[in-house]
């Protein structure tokens, strides 16, 4: 910006008025002195004016670097201590239908993911009709993964409950549209954890971590990451989807529609 465009913006916006001012009285000053306008002792009093103002002006920048230093040290102590558990953990990610909504890449992977898939079935449709890309990796409903999901959630003796539950989400996702944009792969075990991952390989993207439970009656708790701040572990968790993609198999039309296939 020009010195006299930026003039325009500070003194529009009411910014550095204390700076212009002192400049201002500066220069008069010195034009005064130079010409004999007025006396030395005018000109004595306005000079020593000027240095209190630039003073003045010295302690702000002093003031709000101490605050920042004290700021810092703050979160340096509580870093070191470790931060609450409320500073990075949540038990629901805010805003994620609007985001799913409007992503371009959107890939999701967990045991059934069937509250996941059915909540965000609307959002996950407007993103296909919109020529977004969405991946979904859930347990496989045959063999024996449902066993060891049921073990692994305290339940042994019900294995058809996670059965089930990959079936319903299988249902919603095969009435979604653009089926050549929607892939569907099922593991052949149980994930240790939850993925929501949106645009992960652009500037803007988010990475949502669901931690596992053993049957816990509350809501999970997880963490956000986002590109632009968590750029390294944003990059850890896509390598661990494309890992746990390769390792499973494609949806077949056995698995869509099993009363077809006996």
Not at 18 to 27: F, V
Not at 37 to 64: E, I, S
Not at 97 to 103: C, D, K, M, Q, Y
Not at 180 to 205: C, I
């Amino acid at each position: 910006m020009r010195p006299w465009a930026r003039l325009r913006a500070d003194l529009g916006a009411g910014k550095n008025l204390e700076i212009y001012l002192t400049a201002a009285i500066a220069l008069v000053v010195g034009v005064l002195g130079v010409f004999d306008v007025v006396d030395t002792k005018v000109v004595g009093a306005a000079t020593l004016a000027t240095l209190a103002l630039v003073a003045v002006n010295a302690l702000g920048p002093r003031h709000q670097v101490a605050g920042l230093e004290q700021q810092v040290a703050e979160l340096a102590r509580r870093v070191e201590a470790g931060l609450p558990g409320g500073d990075f953990l949540t038990d629901e990610p805010k805003g994620l239908g609007a985001r799913i909504g409007r992503a371009h890449d959107t890939r999701l992977a967990g045991v059934t993911l069937n509250r996941t898939v059915r909540s965000y079935a609307a959002d996950l449709r407007r993103a296909l009709e919109r020529g977004a890309r969405v991946k979904v990796l859930v347990i496989d409903p045959t063999g024996p993964v449902p066993e060891e999901a049921a073990r692994r959630f305290t339940i042994p003796d019900q294995p058809d409950v996670f059965e089930h539950r990959v079936r319903s989400t299988l249902y919603v996702l095969r009435d979604l549209p653009a089926k050549e944009r929607l892939e569907v792969r099922l593991l052949p075990f149980v994930p240790a954890y939850t993925l929501f991952m949106l645009d992960p390989e652009d500037d803007d993207g988010l990475v949502h971590v669901e931690l596992g439970s053993h049957r816990s009656p509350t809501p999970l708790p997880g963490f956000t990451l986002s590109t632009q701040r968590d750029h390294v572990w944003c990059r850890y968790f896509a390598v661990e989807f494309d890992r746990l993609w390769g390792l499973a198999r494609d949806v077949t039309d056995a698995d869509w529609y099993p009363a077809r296939h006996p």
